[in-house]
């Protein structure tokens, strides 16, 4: 599976972005999908998941009610829908898969990463 992450850029306190994440090769129905991102001298962080097969999400408690994950299977594309956003939301953000059943919120259980979209607020 090879991920192409898109979407970042500079954006007032406030305002909002759409992060893509467009998969090729197979997405199994038991995959998750996840956004992490990495904010400059911090660890890489969970943010958001869905489930392929039936679209379930899961997201860190920072993000809930701000941000939106959803894939459409027919382009194999996952989406980050980010509003409100904060200066704290600064960082790479990095689209990442895994194959194991069940959802998944830490970095070593994904097996294919992205190459990283910068989002950068400003207050």
């Known amino acids: 599976v090879q991920l192409q992450a898109s979407g970042g850029g500079l954006v007032q306190a406030g305002g909002s972005l759409r992060l893509s994440c467009a998969a090729s090769?197979?997405?199994?129905?038991?995959?998750?999908v996840a956004w992490f991102r990495q904010a400059r001298g911090k660890e890489r962080e969970f943010v958001a998941v869905?489930?392929?097969?039936?679209?379930?999400?899961g997201y860190t408690d920072s993000v809930r009610g701000r941000f939106v994950i959803s894939r459409d299977n027919a382009k194999s594309t996952v989406y980050l829908q980010m509003n409100r956003l904060k200066p704290e939301d600064t960082a790479v953000y990095y689209c990442?898969?895994?194959?194991?059943?069940?959802?998944?919120?830490?970095?070593?259980?994904?097996?294919?990463w992205g190459q990283g979209t910068l989002v950068t607020v400003s207050s």
């Open positions: 990442a898969v895994s194959t194991r059943s069940g959802f998944d919120y830490v970095k070593p259980a994904y097996e294919y």
């Open positions: 090769g197979q997405i199994r129905s038991h995959y998750n």
């Open positions: 869905v489930r392929w097969s039936d679209g379930d999400t």
